[in-house]
Every structure is written in C-alpha cells, then in structure tokens.
C-alpha cells in the first residue's frame, strides 16, 4: 500500500477496454486504455437466444427435513391465490384484503422461506408455471441482478447483458405482456422502498409471492394482501419431531418431552430444526435434550434483550449453542465454531464452497485451532455444520451451495468470541482469492462473489476499512466496470466513495481510487461532465501532495486527458496526453503496461483531431508492445487490434480494416463473450467498414439493431444514442 497522501496507482476510467489486475494492494482498472471509435458509440447486435420452457431462474432452497406443510397457512395462500390474488407474508393480518401480490411476513426462523420454496418447487414440478424465479429481495442490486438473469433467460426484448439495471427493466416489461405463465418468489425484503418501481404485475397469467420480516403497511398496499406466519402449533411442533426422527431412524428418541420440548423453544421451526440435528447425531432423547437445554449457558449474558426484536433469538442461541459445543468436539475437533462464525457474515442465500478450500480459508482455521488444518479437515468442518443443521451444504447448486438461516447468522456473530476483525477479513480475503480472474461476463459465480461481498460489507461495517480499505470492495466495484454495469457501477462507487471519506479521510489512497473510480463509472455512462469535474480536482490534489512526477500524478493526468478526449476536448488531450507518456517513458520503463496505455490514448485522441496518420504510427507500435507483454489473446491486446482498424479505416483502408476487425469479433466473443461492451464495439465498426467497403445493406442491418440496443441500454437520449441515430439515419437517406 502507498502511503495515506498517494493517489491510487492507476484509477479507473475506462470507457471501454479491458482492465488491468490489481496492484498496490487497492483493486484498480488500469489508466485508460485508447478505443479509436468511429462517430458513435456502438453496441451489441443482439442475437435471440432460443428459450426453453419451463425456465427456472434462481435456486429455492432445499427444503427441510421432515418440512411441514402447515396445512392451515397453505390453505389461505391457496385460497387467495384461487381468487387471482398474489401473496405476501407478513407481520401482522390485520391489513385489509384485496387482490394482487401476497406478502408472507413472520419473525425470523418461523419457516416463511422454506413455505415459499414449497410453492416454488410444486410449480416446477407440476407444470404450472413457464417461469419460476426465485429472487433474493434483501436490497435493490439483488433484485436488479435476479431480474437481469430472468431477463436474459426468458429472452425478453431489449435485454442483452450490457446494463443490468436495463435488463431488469425489459424483464418487467416482459411480465406486464407475456401470455406465458409465472411465479415470482421475492424472498426476505429488508425495505420495501427496495421494490419502489420494480413489483411485478398483477396478471391473470403470473403470480407473485414475497416474504418478508417488516411490517410496513406499504406492503399491504396496492392491492397487495398479507398472511401472516407465526411459530408452529403445539400440534405441528410434535408432528414435525415425529417425522424428522422417524425419517432419520431414531424413531426411540420420541419420548414423553416431545412436548414440553417443542414449549422451551417456543414451537419456532428453526430452534426445533437445530435441536433434532443434535439429537439425531449425539442420539439422545426428547427429555434428556430438554435437560441439556435448560441447563445451558446464560443467553441473557450471550444475547442482551435489547439485541432481541423477534423474541426468537434466545432459543435460537441456546439451540445454536449446544449444537456448536457438540459439532466443535466432532472431528476435526475445534473447527465448527470458527467455520460458522465465517460462514454468518456471508450472504444467507448462499457461497460457493470452493471457498472453504481457499488458502485464506484454511489460514484462518489454522490460526483459531492453533494447528496446522488442511484443505480437507476444512471441508469436514463444512459437512460437520451441516450435519447438526446449523448450515445447508447442496453442492448441486454450485455458487450457492452453502446457505445459512439468517437467525441462525445472526445470534452466531452475537454468541460468537472471535475477534470480528480477524473473522471479516479472512472472509473477504477467501472472496478475493475465489475471484476469477476474467469476470467481464457475469456469470453465476461473478454474481454470488457480488452478493457476498456487498452483504460482508455490511455486516463489517469499518472493520474493511482500516488500516486500508480492503483490496475486496475495489476489486467488486470494478468487476462492475469491466461488465460494463455503468448504472450499477455508479452507486455502487458512491457509497465506496462515502465509506471511504468517513473512515479514511479525502487524502487517503484509498479514499482517491473510490473517487476516481467513481469518475469512470460516470465516464462509461457517458456523464463525461461529472467525471471531469472529480478528475481536475484529482489532479490538482496529486500536484499538491506528490509533485509533477509522481507515477500518481501521471495516472491522474491520464484519466483526465481520457475523459477530455470523450467529452471531445481533444486538444486538451493531446496536450496532457503527450507529456503523460514522457513522464511514463521517465518513470515507468518503455513496456510498462500504464506507458502502452498511455501510447494508446494518445493515439486514439490524434484519431479524434483527424491526424490518421500519427494515430496509425502509435497504435502499430501499441500492438506489438501489447502482444509482447500481455500475448495475442489479452483483452488489452485485442481492444489495441480494434483501435488499429478503425485508425486503417478513417484512413481509407477499408480492407485492412475489415481483415482485422473480423478476427478482433472473433476474438472478443471468445476472451470477453458475446455480451460484452467491447465486443459489441468491434461489431459496430466492422459495419462501419462494411458500409464503407459497399456493403450498406449489411452495414445499415446491424446499424439497426445497434440503435435499438442504444435505446434500451442507455436511453434515447444519451449522447452515443442520439450520435448512432443520426449517423443511421444517414445511411437510409444515402440508400
């Protein structure tokens, strides 16, 4: 880390190109990387994919052993469903009836998930819905990322990867005209201010149900009708001991305290989840658990009433705590306890358990065994959790194999004696190794480690803050820019940039890359405005603090030179531009990656001022460097590719222009996928050399599609909208 006046080592603002890895400890992009455009911005040609139905999108949880179908509520949700009405499970019943989304709402850990999932898995396996989607609601980028997912999986107009945030919008649209059939699960809203504009439909053909804990009245708003979900009957809390023994073969253990059992825990479903784990595999009875049970540890001292809204976190812990004594004796001894403290601060819908093979991981482990743990006592651990109930390991479901009740998470950070600091780092360094290293598409696993991160974020609080904010939070927000999700890129950098001036100060490293990262968001949305202004300031502060020939004060120079040259201040530029790469060549060395990309803006701004032929002579030299430092086949390498033809192309070399583009396509499909912004880009401009070659009628076709796409992903009135509009609109009048 550089000390707390350094600027970042190389901020972000990238308004297209690939970035660069991590260095000095704070996750940052890379100076810009130099795209000659032509006089647009393109995007994607958007290809259908061919939907096959049913689609599922999301994964419910596994249900429970010995689930208990609690006839009763099933009966009022089915009712109303009967009536054309959706649910909503909450709080309180006393809310008026009427028709729309049903809200199923109860404390935490009376089984309002596990009911949801039920409904979710009966439509899947009887058919009765096309669609079934199962959305994690706890903050508005999940439902904007679970939306987007649905989105591309339905094949819903105008969605097509590059803007989440557009995705989730064609998705809704989608719902509101769709004749196919679906079910909506929005699982525990934390806010309903979250669901503002993004509630689906009331449709004859869709349904939607939601759990939540709050107990706002604006969930029974809307037409929207609320059931409320309470603790097991005394009736269902034996019936479901009954059946969970039996069905695990100790039916014996189903004596004469049944009853009074299922009372001390209060009939809740996850305290009588976690108490018949122990007994299954400690294989004790109902009177002898209730014994151990009363005669655990004090929970007023372990969890405070205030600490308590639900009146359900004492059972919890007391539960909780007598499996983890059990489950810490088990082998390996003395792991249990430190693998669920990691495990509650991430997110309750699920992690990958590759993370438990995480060297960072097994570190951890190590250190609170005071023993040397291997990969495998590490993934023990895991099966050991799951065994006493306390966590659900399904591998089948991949990226979010591992979830944990978030009752449960939570009194196991209140009980919980490790030291919280070396519990919330460790976890985010396992995030940070299970990074892939391309994460331009958001795949599955990208999405999860996005999820994950955002949720120990919140539960960590400073401690990712101090002394440095922690590489994690940089590396997440810029998977976002390498996405291309400038919408959710924007506020994702804000609250860094917030966080960051609140725990650090304006002058710290950190707190400037938030900042600069920032103004790439902005850049990529086109808001060259914004992003100017945060820059110039940069600048001058790095002036101030470091000197003219700080490799600091270089990347802030190159990052305002970037976001001049797309605000078409191309002389300004040129004139920071051309010292830039002096003040590399002096600083960094000749083939620094930062001095190559240097090069490359220069060229692409020579490009933008008409000087073909300076831009061409730069960007040859470029592609050889990158070819040699980075190969053929880096994005970095391939975006200096694209540069080089559209530079043959304004120069009228329209052939070799085509040659290489057609392979840039190639290429970028395969190293970025066919979603990413750069390869739309290289599509655009092979139209535009096609036109320019004769073409038209195949240049003008993907122009088409490239102005539709504009449209949907950045809006109508975006400048690189209204530029491709207008340059489409030529092209018909020229045919």
């Known amino acids: ?122 439509a899947q396996v009887e058919r009765t819905a096309d669609l079934v989607a199962w959305v994690p609601a706890g ?32 998705f809704c649209e989608w719902l509101h005209t769709t004749d196919r059939t679906w079910l909506i699960v929005l699982d525990d809203i934390t806010d309903p201010a979250h669901l503002v504009g993004w509630w689906p439909p009331h449709r004859p053909t869709g349904w939607t149900l939601a759990t939540t804990r709050r107990r706002d009245a604006a969930l029974a708003t809307g037409g929207r009708q609320s059931i409320h979900i309470g603790v097991y009957s005394p009736t269902e809390s034996v019936e479901y001991l009954t059946d969970r ?15 009074d059992l299922a009372a001390a825990v209060g009939h809740l479903p996850l305290a009588l989840s976690h108490a018949t784990a122990y007994m299954i595999d400690q294989a004790v009875g109902c009177v002898e658990y209730l014994a151990r049970y009363t005669a655990a540890a004090r929970v007023a001292e372990v969890m405070p009433a205030d600490s308590d809204p639900d009146d359900y976190g004492r059972p919890v812990t007391v539960t909780l705590l007598l499996a983890l004594d059990a489950a810490d004796r088990a082998n390996p001894a003395g792991l249990a306890r430190p693998a669920l403290a990691l495990a509650a601060v991430l ?60 009752l449960t998470a939570r009194a196991t950070r209140e009980a919980s004696t490790i030291d ?54 940089y590396h997440a927000g810029n998977s976002l820019l390498r996405s291309g999700l400038h919408t959710l890129a924007i506020g994702y950098w804000r609250r860094m940039f917030d966080d960051a001036l609140r725990a650090l100060g304006d002058r710290h490293s950190s707190t400037i890359t938030a900042h600069a990262n920032l103004a790439a968001a902005y850049c990529q949305a086109g808001r060259s405005g914004d992003a100017i202004t945060i820059l110039e300031k940069l600048v001058d502060d790095a002036l101030r603090a470091l000197g003219d020939q700080h490799p600091g004060t270089i990347t802030a120079h190159a990052n305002l030179a970037a ?53 061409i002579t730069i960007l040859k030299k470029v592609v050889n460097d990158r070819k040699r430092v980075l190969g053929d086949q880096h994005p970095s390498t391939i975006t200096a590719r694209a540069s080089l033809a559209a530079a043959y192309a304004q120069a009228g070399r329209t052939g070799e222009a085509i040659t290489i583009l057609e392979k840039v396509v190639d290429d970028s499909v395969r190293v970025l996928g066919d979603q990413h912004p750069d390869t739309i880009t290289a599509r655009a401009n092979l139209a535009v050399s096609y036109r320019r070659a004769g073409r038209t009628g195949e240049a003008i076709t993907i122009l088409e599609k490239v102005v539709n796409d504009s449209v949907r992903v950045q809006g109508d009135e975006h400048p690189e909208t209204s530029a491709a509009v207008r340059v489409l609109n030529a092209w018909r009048a020229e045919a």
Request: aromatic residues 6%.
């Open 139 to 170: 903050s508005p980028e999940q439902i904007i990322t679970g939306y987007a997912r649905a989105a591309l999986r339905v094949g819903a107009p105008g969605a097509d990867g590059t803007d989440q945030a557009a995705d989730a919008a064609a």
């Open 563 to 615: 976001a001049y040259r797309q605000a078409r201040r191309t002389g300004d530029a040129i004139t920071i531009l051309e010292k830039v790469v002096d003040d590399s060549v002096r600083v960094l060395g000749d083939q620094h990656p930062d001095t190559i990309t240097a090069r490359a803006n220069l060229a692409a701004s020579h490009w933008q001022s008409g000087r073909t032929g300076d831009a």
């Open 1 to 122: 880390m550089t000390s707390p006046l350094d600027p970042p080592a190389a901020a972000a603002v990238t308004d297209s190109g690939a970035a660069r890895a991590d260095r000095a400890g704070v996750a940052n992009t890379g100076i810009v990387h130099g795209d000659v455009r032509p006089e647009f911005h393109e995007h994607r040609h958007y290809h259908p994919v061919e939907v096959k139905w049913p689609a599922q999108v999301g994964q419910p949880p596994v249900l429970a052993s010995a689930f208990q179908l609690r006839d009763g509520v099933r009966a009022r949700i089915q009712e109303a469903r009967d009536d054309g009405a959706d649910v909503v499970l909450t709080q309180h019943d006393a809310w008026p009836v009427g028709v729309g989304t049903r809200v199923l709402a109860g404390e935490g850990g009376v089984g309002k998930s596990q009911l949801a999932a039920w409904f979710a898995h009966q």
């Open 420 to 473: 919280p600091t070396v519990v919330i780092r460790a976890t985010a360094d396992a995030l940070l190794q299970l990074w892939p290293e391309r994460d331009h598409a958001t795949t599955n696993l990208v999405d999860a480690l996005r999820t994950n991160t955002t949720t120990l974020a919140s539960i960590g609080g400073e401690l990712l803050w101090h002394p440095d904010g922690h590489p994690l939070l």
């Open 245 to 259: 023994l039996t069905e695990a073969g100790y039916p014996g253990l189903l004596d004469s305290g049944a009853g």
């Open 347 to 406: 997110n309750p819908d699920g992690h990958p358990d590759e993370l438990w093979k995480t060297s960072a991981v097994i570190g951890y482990l190590s250190d609170q065994a005071d023993r040397v743990v291997t990969a495998d006592q590490s993934y023990m651990a895991l099966r050991t959790l799951h065994r006493y109930g306390l966590l659900t390991h399904a591998p089948a479901d991949g990226p979010r194999a591992v979830r944990v009740h978030a």
